[in-house]
């Protein structure tokens, strides 16, 4: 097994490079010895950092931006799954998806997102379980809300709640949500395919405990789980 985290000699293509959570993931590959080539809608200038103007929801920019990588280049690590035929052929490569936390709890307010990531996040489980026999491994990361553009665009006053609300009272930074993507796409991480990991700062709920309390008065240690399959 290498060193964690050390990506020498991998190549990866980072979606949403210029600014963010994908900027920081540009990066930190970068620093961990990663060739990067940034897809996103604008130019980005960084060092060690190639580019491409791509919308990714075009199915053509995405083709010939694949063409412009060249097909004799191996691509290990990816953040859509554009290139999904070529990790295939080569039979390895790490996909990490982005989803959020408001596809696994349903945000008040936030509908679309919550069924886009939703699809996020079942698509992942079921694509995985294609993939990973082929030696692609394919997960996603499903974060709270991290302090980028995007939110603090949601002004001051959702922002403060959003802080007021989570257990760790701040919002995550998006060099954390880095640190785990560069860990997945090592091979340091070598057991982890079809995962959705809520890094929320303590504001994922897991509430398998709520059948208990429908059916029984008693104390917690009391208290016999229902026959309630949810
Ligand atoms: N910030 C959060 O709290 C948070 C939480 C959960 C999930 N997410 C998800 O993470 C992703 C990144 O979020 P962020 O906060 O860094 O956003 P951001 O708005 O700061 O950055 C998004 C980047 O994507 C690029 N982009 C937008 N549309 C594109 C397209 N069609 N083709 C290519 N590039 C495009 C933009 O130019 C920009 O550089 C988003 O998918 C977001 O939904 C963010």
Known sequence: MGKPCDLEGKFAIVSGAVQGIGQS??????RNRATVVSWD????????LRASIVDLTDPQSIREAL?????????????????????????????VRLGSLAGKEGLRGLAVCSAASAG?????????????????????VAPGPIETNMIRSLGPDV???????GPMGR???????????????????????GAVFYMSGCRARH?????????????????????CPG
Do not use: H
């Not at 993931?25 to 970068?30: G, K, S, V």
């Not at 809608?41 to 060690?48: D, T």
């Open 25 to 30: 993931i540009a990066e930190l590959l970068i």
């Open 41 to 48: 809608l604008k130019p980005v200038r960084a060092v060690g």
């Open 67 to 95: 063409a412009d990588i060249g097909s004799d280049q191996r691509i290990d690590m990816q953040f859509p799954q554009a290139d999904l035929p070529i990790m295939l052929r080569q039979r390895s490569g790490r996909i």
């Open 120 to 140: 996020v996040i079942a698509f992942t489980k079921v694509l995985s379980r294609e993939v990973t026999p082929e030696n692609v491994f394919l997960n996603c």
């Open 159 to 165: 922002v403060t709640r959003m802080i007021r609300d």
């Open 171 to 193: 919002l995550g930074q998006p060099e954390e949500l880095a640190n785990m993507v560069a860990w997945l796409c090592s091979e340091a991480s070598c057991f982890n395919s």
């Open 207 to 227: 509430r398998a405990a709520a059948a208990y309390c429908l059916t029984d008065a008693g104390p917690p240690e009391d208290r016999v789980p229902s026959t």
